[in-house]
T-cell receptor, first 106, second 117 residues
Framework: DAKTTQPNSMESNEEEPVHLPCNHSTISGTDYIHWYRQLPSQGPEYVIHGLTSNVNNRMASLAIAEDRKSSTLILHRATLRDAAVYYCIQKDDMRFGAGTRLTVKP | DGGITQSPKYLFRKEGQNVTLSCEQNLNHDAMYWYRQDPGQGLRLIYYSQIVNDFQKGDIAEGYSVSREKKESFPLTVTSAQKNPTAFYLC????????????????FGSGTQLSVL
């Protein structure tokens, strides 16, 4: 089983921020947290990754708890194209759980 | 454009038949991976290869075989021993083995849907 846990589903309204949580309580001090997302019938695509500090890129932000046992993927303004399954993984594990299915309502 | 190409997009297998799924990458990546995805489920690791002519079993290797004769190619054979092969198969690659270099990103292909006739 994957070492990370995420809610099965979340909903958001278009143009509102979305916070997707992930728990990774067994993560080691040197292991990165990665986030990927998967659209229907496609392969997952990379979103963001981080180790200790909060990270930002053009797609999203990643907030990592000080104890590194949890993290939150932040989509600042959800669009309909952000509707996907989001996966959080510990890279020493390579196992993808069922992820969080994000629904974006217009 | 650089990337990973999986073919075919759809594949049908008859009872007792072996089928091979193709995965090619032009990213010059050392490591390649095969995952299986069942409907509504996460990805499960079948096999991975850190370097040419070497590969390791993942969590669900039974009924599958792979080869890594060239850096850019990592074909997966679904053998007749795999009794429930219907699934979405995903190939991925990374610059280095992500088990060792955990900051390396994974790049995925667009997948092959395998169904049993």
């Amino acid at each position: 089983d994957a070492k990370t846990t995420q809610p099965n589903s979340m909903e958001s309204n278009e143009e509102e921020p979305v916070h997707l949580p992930c728990n990774h309580s067994t993560i080691s001090g040197t292991d990165y947290i990665h986030w990927y997302r998967q659209l229907p019938s496609q392969g997952p695509e990379y979103v963001i990754h981080g180790l200790t500090s909060n990270v930002n890129n053009r797609m999203a932000s990643l907030a990592i708890a000080e104890d590194r046992k949890s993290s939150t993927l932040i989509l600042h303004r959800a669009t309909l194209r952000d509707a996907a399954v989001y996966y959080c993984i510990q890279k020493d594990d390579m196992r993808f759980g069922a992820g969080t299915r994000l629904t974006v309502k217009p | 454009d650089g990337g990973i190409t999986q073919s075919p997009k759809y594949l049908f297998r008859k009872e007792g038949q072996n089928v091979t799924l193709s995965c090619e990458q032009n990213l010059n990546h050392d490591a390649m991976y095969w995952y299986r995805q069942d409907p509504g489920q996460g990805l499960r690791l079948i096999y991975y290869s850190q370097i040419v002519n070497d590969f390791q079993k993942g969590d669900i290797a039974e009924g599958y075989s792979v080869s890594r004769e060239k850096k850019e190619s990592f074909p997966l054979t679904v053998t007749s021993a795999q009794k429930n092969p219907t699934a979405f198969y995903l190939c991925a690659s990374s610059d280095r083995d992500t088990l060792l270099a955990t900051n390396e990103k994974l790049f995925f292909g667009s997948g092959t849907q395998l169904s049993v006739l």
